[in-house]
């Protein structure tokens, strides 16, 4: 019989899946972005990456066995998981230490103190991001722009350069001239390591639903209403609005409808909730990046749309086991 991870209330039937599984799917699934990156910005990729996943490795220990005084949860791969996710909305330039302090509050602050995983109602890796673009915006926004495979210099990503070119009364043909479609694709282009590469993440999007690890309801809500949303502004003025493939291949758009909106615990229960969740959040990305100050917006909405996801699973709940309806 052909299986299928389905998140609803008791009761339940076993199904084989376990968190660790999960998880080494979902690092699977992130591992051709990883390596695209690693090759577009050279070594720095692996500082980075190495830096997070061992902080927030370090972390959990230390929480789980000298806070919570319970038995190491690092096997379930939960914490390598964040580590990674957190490296990949961060840009290769930035300092260690600003690394190490964003593992903090994701493990610290946004898993952790609301009891670990299963517990926590927010994104841990979104938490650390917004924590260190709020403390540290320079740092955060000045991006590595790829000159070879290993040579870059610091500049704008291309939903930056777009908004504010937007702002100062330009054309969008003249502020897209000479920028290749294809570069949206493969990733070479100024940009966080998980932003900058379109084409591995959404192989990794169907290795996630080849392996039922999620279903298509958030990631196609989400990256849908963007398009709606912004295709409506793009054909009443495309001269001055960003058309809707733009706003699907730069920023963080694939990345957070993909891996970090689907999360099990932060996301609902039900296909009708995931997709009211997801429209939430490629609404909220919309109005952020139209008239928001940054020119990114889905971390921001995914976060946002965690602490409506109690109240969407109180008025879509599933139906009760036993109960025919009339």
């Known amino acids: ?49 190495s830096v997070s996943v ?81 403390s540290f915006p320079m740092a955060m926004t000045s991006f590595p722009v ?14 930056a350069i777009a908004k504010e070119g937007i702002k100062a009364g330009m054309p969008m043909n003249e502020i897209l001239a000479g920028i290749s479609w294809k570069n949206y694709l493969i990733g070479v282009k100024a940009g966080s390591l998980g932003e900058i590469a379109a084409l ?14 999620i279903t298509w309801h958030i990631p196609i809500s989400v990256l849908g209403t963007m398009a709606l949303f912004t295709g409506i502004f793009w054909m009443i003025d495309p001269e001055h609005c ?3 493939i733009f706003h699907l291949m730069t920023g963080g758009a694939i990345l957070g409808a993909v891996f970090m909106a689907t999360d099990y615990v932060t996301s609902p229960m039900t296909y009708k909730g995931m997709a009211v969740f997801g429209a939430g959040i490629g609404l909220i990305t919309v109005l952020i990046r139209l008239w928001g100050t940054y020119p990114e917006g889905i971390s921001f909405a995914i976060l946002i749309m965690n602490a409506a996801v109690p109240l969407i699973d109180k008025y879509m709940k599933p139906g009760r086991y036993g109960v025919v309806k009339k």
Not at 8 to 37: C, K, N, W
């Open 1 to 49: 019989m052909d299986r299928q991870l389905i998140v609803s209330p008791s009761p339940h039937i076993y199904g084989g899946e376990s968190t660790q599984s999960l998880m080494r799917d979902v690092l699977i699934a992130l591992a051709p972005a990883f390596l695209l990156s690693v090759w577009v910005y050279g070594k720095y990729v692996l500082f980075v990456m």
């Open 54 to 134: 061992a902080s927030c490795l370090l972390f959990e220990y230390l929480i789980t066995r000298f806070m919570l005084k319970k038995k190491s949860t690092l096997g379930d791969l939960s914490a390598v998981v964040t580590g990674v996710l957190l490296a990949f909305n961060l840009p290769s330039t930035l300092p260690l230490w600003m690394v190490v302090m964003g593992a903090l509050v994701s493990i610290g602050v946004g898993k952790m103190s609301f009891g670990g995983l299963g517990r926590n109602p927010f994104n841990p890796a979104l938490v650390g991001r917004v924590f260190l673009l709020i």
């Open 146 to 159: 790829p000159v070879g495979a290993i040579d870059t210099f610091s500049g704008a990503t291309p939903l």
């Open 200 to 213: 591995p993440l959404l192989f990794g999007f169907l290795y996630l639903l080849y392996r039922k690890v």
């Open 242 to 244: 960003m058309n809707p």
